[in-house]
């Protein structure tokens, strides 16, 4: 495990040096009262999200980011854990606007990644819930299905296929 910070190796793997404070060869700026905040391409190399996806969470409201003159778009290096955790979420089944809604953390533009765990625990007992009213409709799907195939094995004959309704 690397004791460098996710931002600090994504510089790395851009071949320019960790500096302090980091400039803008790095794409990344320190303000006054020391946020630290990096453009949207180091975002995406330090979390290996799109810079398309990024863009989309932004959109959404799961990101907060800033603007420089220019128009680029500026995020805090917290926001690396942010993306990893809707990347979490995404993989656990969720959906964006799940996440959005649901999440305590990204709920009305929430800037902690703090969760009560009772909260995390109640949404992934309503997504268990949901995964298994998913699950019981392709059970019946499949039924059908075995049905039909078994229904279709008991006829010889090479005419029109007769289904079974």
Same mark, same amino acid.
């Given at each position: 495990?690397? /004791?460098?910070?996710?931002? /600090?190796?994504?510089?790395?793997?851009?071949? !320019?040096?960790? &500096?302090?404070?980091?400039?803008?060869?790095?794409?990344?700026?320190?303000?006054?009262?020391?946020? +630290?905040?990096?453009? %949207?391409?180091?975002?995406? @190399? #330090? $979390?290996?999200?799109?810079? *398309?996806?990024?863009?989309?969470?932004?959109?959404?409201?799961?990101?907060? !980011?800033? *603007?420089?003159?220019? &128009?680029? &778009?500026?995020?805090?290096? +917290?926001?690396? +854990?942010?993306?990893?955790? %809707?990347?979490?979420?995404?993989?656990?089944?969720?959906?964006?606007?799940?996440?959005?809604?649901?999440?305590?953390?990204?709920?009305?533009?929430?800037?902690?990644?703090? /969760?009560?765990?009772? +909260?995390?625990?109640?949404?992934?007992?309503? @997504? %268990?819930?949901?995964?298994?009213?998913? %699950? /019981?409709?392709?059970?019946?799907?499949?039924?059908?299905?075995?049905?039909?195939? #078994?229904?279709?094995?008991?006829? $010889?004959?090479?005419?029109?296929? *007769?289904?079974? $309704?």
């Amino acid at each position: 495990m690397s /004791a460098l910070s996710p931002l /600090a190796e994504a510089q790395q793997d851009e071949g !320019s040096s960790v &500096r302090e404070p980091l400039d803008s060869d790095a794409c990344v700026r320190v303000y006054p009262g020391a946020v +630290e905040m990096m453009r %949207i391409g180091l975002l995406a @190399k #330090a $979390t290996g999200v799109s810079v *398309r996806a990024i863009r989309h969470y932004d959109g959404l409201g799961l990101l907060i !980011s800033a *603007r420089e003159d220019n &128009r680029y &778009r500026l995020f805090q290096a +917290e926001d690396v +854990e942010r993306v990893r955790m %809707i990347q979490l979420f995404l993989q656990a089944g969720f959906k964006l606007d799940e996440i959005r809604e649901r999440v305590p953390c990204f709920r009305y533009g929430s800037t902690s990644l703090d /969760a009560p765990a009772e +909260e995390v625990r109640a949404l992934y007992t309503l @997504k %268990i819930a949901d995964v298994s009213a998913q %699950i /019981a409709v392709l059970q019946r799907l499949r039924d059908k299905l075995i049905a039909e195939v #078994a229904h279709l094995d008991t006829q $010889t004959h090479h005419g029109p296929i *007769r289904l079974k $309704t």
